[in-house]
């Protein structure tokens, strides 16, 4: 296993063979720069990781004073994830993601990582315990940047 890999916040606490059981439900996919990855209201539940690249997180905002019809929220950069609250709540996608760069990323089928987690109690404690982690410092680090624009 890439110790790349085994560096991620999303496995931290996590040993080899339980990072290998969570990688036996992905797919290395490539996509080109500006290749819509999701899509805003899409029903799909998969999760991501991003292996290589950059990719712009943005959301339909139609009527935007700027004439935008996308507001971009943030950029994500490897090793950060995406598709969380969809994996978290079986709801519609709440954001486009876009490939800034040509981009590779690892897509978890989100129906077996959820059966994974739910059989293998110790694992699915710790992989929540670490995307709660990830999602607080996002939820902050928005918090930070929308004050500071003030």
């Known amino acids: 296993m890439e110790s790349s890999i085994k560096n991620l916040?999303?496995?931290?606490?996590?040993?080899?063979?339980?990072?290998?059981i969570l990688l036996?439900?992905?797919k290395l996919l490539s996509f080109k720069k500006d290749h819509l990855i999701i899509e805003e209201s899409n029903i799909e539940f998969d999760f991501y990781l991003l292996a290589s690249g950059r990719v712009s997180v943005e959301m339909n905002a139609p009527g935007m004073p700027?004439?935008?019809?996308?507001?971009?929220?943030t950029v994500l950069n490897p090793g950060e994830s995406f598709g969380e609250i969809t994996f978290l709540e079986g709801m519609r996608r709440s954001a486009n993601i876009r490939a800034l760069t040509d981009v590779t990323v690892m897509r978890f089928d989100g129906q077996e990582l959820h059966s994974i987690l739910e059989k293998e109690t110790k694992i699915g404690y710790i992989f929540m315990k670490n995307l709660s982690t990830i999602l607080s410092r996002r939820v902050r680090d928005l918090n930070f940047k929308w004050r500071n624009q003030c």
């Open 9 to 20: 916040d999303l496995f931290n606490n996590l040993n080899e063979n339980e990072i290998a």
């Open 24 to 26: 036996e439900v992905h």
């Open 66 to 73: 700027d004439g935008k019809e996308q507001k971009q929220i």
